[in-house]
């Protein structure tokens, strides 16, 4: 592994950790209110489109935080959704 994957995961990692407390926080609350459907379908689109880069520069580190985070988004668009007042 160069440094400058060893950069990559370390950013990965804080990017990616700074993420999950705001999922943990709406499935302990179920409060959704701050959250913006719109934004959330931009960030997951804007996420995606980084995986994919990833996987064509061949970076380990792009694909593993942008996988995960697209996971968490997706979790928090499902909570936006169930949650939201109707």
Known sequence: ???????GFTAAIL???AFLPQVYKTWKT????AL?????????TGITLWLVYGL???SPSMVVANAITIGSSIVLIYFK???SKK
């Open 36 to 44: 913006s459907l719109p934004m959330l379908i931009m960030f997951i």
């Open 1 to 7: 592994m160069n440094y400058i994957e060893i950069v």
């Open 15 to 17: 990017t990616t950790a």
């Open 81 to 83: 959704i169930k949650y």
């Open 56 to 58: 064509y520069i061949h």
């Open 30 to 33: 179920r409060d959704v209110s």
